[in-house]
């Protein structure tokens, strides 16, 4: 039975509990738990949030906003506070998140613990750079402070900790000061990898938020072309209208995925050649521009019961062009890929925890439903690619990496081992562990 699934809905997991946590207090880990993990939003794509034969943790109901001060925008909350409760609450003041993925349904506890980065990693880092504190329960001592400048080490071993040195009970974040929800955002097309990187590179200097959709599924000719945004929040005065005029949800899972090769190619295609008739600089509402995807509700379902995967790499410079290529040649050759293939460049700012994903380098994210064993197979073609190219792979979105793959691309895994709370475990941490 797929209860608490990921949100990729793979792997399945068969035998796992669900134990409400309403105070930090009832985190108490390891009382009658075999292993348990912590949970926010089930917003992973693989098993990082899984605890396969073991209990979850569910601390949604922890999300209360316990201090905000207005004039330094630096807020307190429960780490079961979802990005979406902290703008509902912040924005009116003047205030955004510093750092947000593209969903605004996740956690704080799920943005510490897989450290999440966004359209503006080139100029704010990763979240963790932003969070001033925290407090963390764990099964075998008293709960303790935790901040960057200790020297203990608890901090950097918790942010992107994958959720197993102990609960996140609340945190303190440095909010970001905004005139108002609006960003000035442009459209600019590109018709190749190289096209990219230079649009990119001029782009960073001047704009806090970039990022690209790449067409994984374009013709040989025109490998490598996509979109590119860049933005700006909007200043003082600007006036936009809401943009949100539709929310619509996929009411059951589909008994069979609705996003086949051929469809994606002809609407990739389309979307590639109607935005490249109308690049436009527009004034849109942050909702639009960073959560496009939560306008659907549980668009996941349209993926079937089998679920899908998302592979998401860092490759260093040096590498990103050539594997890039490769991955999008391999990807048209075989109809694999989405519409939701996004490219990024990583800026320099270190990331603060050990296991943080971003590094300096260029990520490339890919959907791929997952069709049976030929999917696995191909996908793990591509994880023998990168890793040997020397890219990392980010754990949020996997279920598929090996011990000596992700050992290599977070060499400090034994510090986190040596850190992680008896009593806690998860389903990846056993895959890439042991
Ligand atoms: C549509 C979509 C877009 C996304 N875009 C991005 C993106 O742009 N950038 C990016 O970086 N990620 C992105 N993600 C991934 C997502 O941000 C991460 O997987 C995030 O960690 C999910 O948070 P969650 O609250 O759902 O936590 P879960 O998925 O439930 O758990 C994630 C981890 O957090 C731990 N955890 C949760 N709460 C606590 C706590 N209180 N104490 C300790 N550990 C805890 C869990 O043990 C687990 O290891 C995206 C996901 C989706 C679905």
Request: aromatic share 12%; glycine share 10%; charged share 20%.
């Amino acid at each position: 039975m797929n209860r608490l699934p990921s949100f990729g809905r793979y792997p399945p997991v068969h035998q796992q509990s669900g134990r409400r946590v309403s105070f930090h207090h009832e985190a108490a880990l390891g009382t009658d738990d075999s292993s348990a993990l912590p949970r926010g939003n089930g917003c992973s794509y693989g098993d990082c949030c899984l605890n396969e034969s073991g209990t979850l943790l569910l601390g949604r109901p922890c999300n209360r906003l316990l201090a905000f001060d207005a004039k330094s925008g630096v807020l307190r909350c429960e780490a079961g506070t979802t990005l979406e409760e902290i703008i509902d609450f912040a924005l009116p003041q003047g205030f955004f998140l510093p750092v947000t993925p593209g969903t605004r349904l996740v956690t704080v506890g799920g943005a510490i613990a897989n450290d999440v980065h966004g359209k503006n990693h080139h100029a704010a880092g990763t979240f963790g750079c932003h969070v001033l504190r925290f407090k963390l329960w764990r099964s075998d001592r008293r709960p303790m402070l935790c901040t960057p400048q200790q020297k203990d080490g608890w901090f950097g071993a918790t942010v992107a900790g994958l959720g197993l040195t102990g609960w996140v009970g609340w945190v303190d974040i440095q909010l970001l000061r905004v005139a108002n929800p609006f960003m000035v955002v442009e459209e600019h097309p590109f018709g190749s990898l190289e096209e990219f990187f230079a649009l990119s590179s001029a782009s960073d200097r001047d704009f806090d938020y970039t990022v690209a959709w790449v067409d994984c599924l374009a013709p040989a000719r025109s490998r490598g072309r996509g979109i590119l945004w860049r933005a700006n929040h909007a200043p003082p005065l600007a006036k936009g209208s809401s943009g949100i005029r539709w929310q619509a949800a996929i009411p059951w899972e589909l008994p069979f995925p609705a996003v086949g090769a051929r469809r994606i190619r002809a609407f990739n295609a389309l979307y590639y050649h109607w935005k490249r008739l109308r690049p436009t600089t527009r004034l849109a509402h942050y909702k639009g521009f960073f959560y496009p995807l939560d306008h659907i509700a549980h668009w996941n379902r349209l993926y079937g019961p089998r679920g899908f995967l998302q592979l998401q790499c860092v490759l260093p410079h040096g590498h990103a062009t050539f594997v890039i290529h490769e991955l999008l040649e391999r990807c048209a050759t075989q109809g694999m890929g989405s519409f939701l293939a996004v490219l990024k460049v990583f800026g320099e700012r270190a990331s603060p925890g050990w296991l943080s994903f971003p590094r300096p380098g260029v990520t490339l994210a890919l959907d791929v439903p997952h069709q049976g064993s030929q999917t696995i197979a191909a996908l793990r073609a591509f994880y023998t690619l990168i890793h040997e190219a020397g890219g990392a792979i980010y754990p949020a979105k996997d279920a598929l990496m090996t011990k000596e793959q992700f050992q290599a691309a977070y060499p400090r895994w034994a510090e986190l081992a040596a850190r992680r709370d008896p009593a806690i475990s998860s389903s990846l941490w056993r895959r890439v562990s042991a």
